[in-house]
């Protein structure tokens, strides 16, 4: 039987990728001074991964399979930012691997990118019960650890994906139809806003303006060098 083609695929098959996307000049500065990178990323990432393990600072510890710490390279450069692990996420231990992880792999296989080539992370590492929305109270415990991992990686770039983790990074309460479309900054770093992928499988139309996203961050990299390789991150 053939695949049923994904309907993202014909909004990318629709646009191309030329858009410039210039960069400000404070953040052409920012990305020079984040080319002097810091060695032991991953051996500091693992062990506040080991810090980590059984923590129990705000209520979602009580009701938690697994902690959900992140994935991917940490010296790449790029990190993307969700709300918070669900179901599968709680069962496994990995970010985004559900219905809307595998639409997310697909979104960045569209500009070139998989797992290996960035790091993604969420605002808390434990299953909020019935997939609400984090308290400003967790997700304000919890993101201590998402800024230590951010310190750590130093990005180039951080993608929050969808409003919660966009509101919570960028400090405001604004929607994300609102924050999608412009650069922001968290701390010194360069923040593209665009929906989470779940609200892309409850509305298709929604593949649009993330493709416009995804077209900017290419843009970005192209003119950043991201991702980093190796030789860049332990120089
Ligand atoms: S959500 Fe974060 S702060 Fe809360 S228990 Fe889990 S790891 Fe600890």
């Keep these: 039987m053939a695949e049923r083609r994904d309907p993202f695929w014909d909004v990318v098959a629709s646009f191309g990728v030329e858009e410039v996307f210039v960069l400000p000049e404070w953040i052409q500065q920012e990305v020079q001074q ?13 062990a506040l991964e080991k810090e980590i393990a059984g923590c129990m600072k705000c ?3 009580a009701t938690r399979k697994n902690i959900v710490f992140g994935e991917g390279n940490p010296e790449s450069g790029i990190l993307f930012v969700g709300e918070g692990p669900g179901a599968n996420e709680d069962e496994t231990g990995r970010p985004f691997v559900g219905r809307s992880g595998k639409l997310l792999d697909r979104i960045f296989a569209s500009i070139g990118l998989d797992r290996s080539k960035l790091f993604i992370a969420n605002i808390v590492k434990c299953r909020p019960p019935g997939n609400r929305t984090p308290s400003a109270e967790e997700a304000e415990i919890c993101g201590r650890y998402l800024e230590r991992q951010i310190e750590i990686m130093r990005p180039g770039i951080i993608v929050a994906l969808g409003a919660s983790a966009a509101r919570t990074l960028l400090g405001t309460r604004k929607g994300i139809g609102l924050l999608r479309g412009e650069l922001h900054r ?8 665009t929906y989470h992928p779940a609200a892309l499988l409850r509305s298709p139309a929604l593949k649009r303006p993330v493709w416009e996203d995804m077209k900017r961050l290419k843009s970005f990299m192209e003119q950043t060098g991201l991702p980093r390789t190796e030789g860049e991150t332990n120089g």
């Design 34 to 46: 984040d080319s002097v990178s810091s060695p032991g990323i991953k051996g500091d990432m693992e």
């Design 59 to 61: 209520p979602l510890g």
């Design 186 to 193: 968290y701390m010194d770093t360069p923040v593209l806003a």
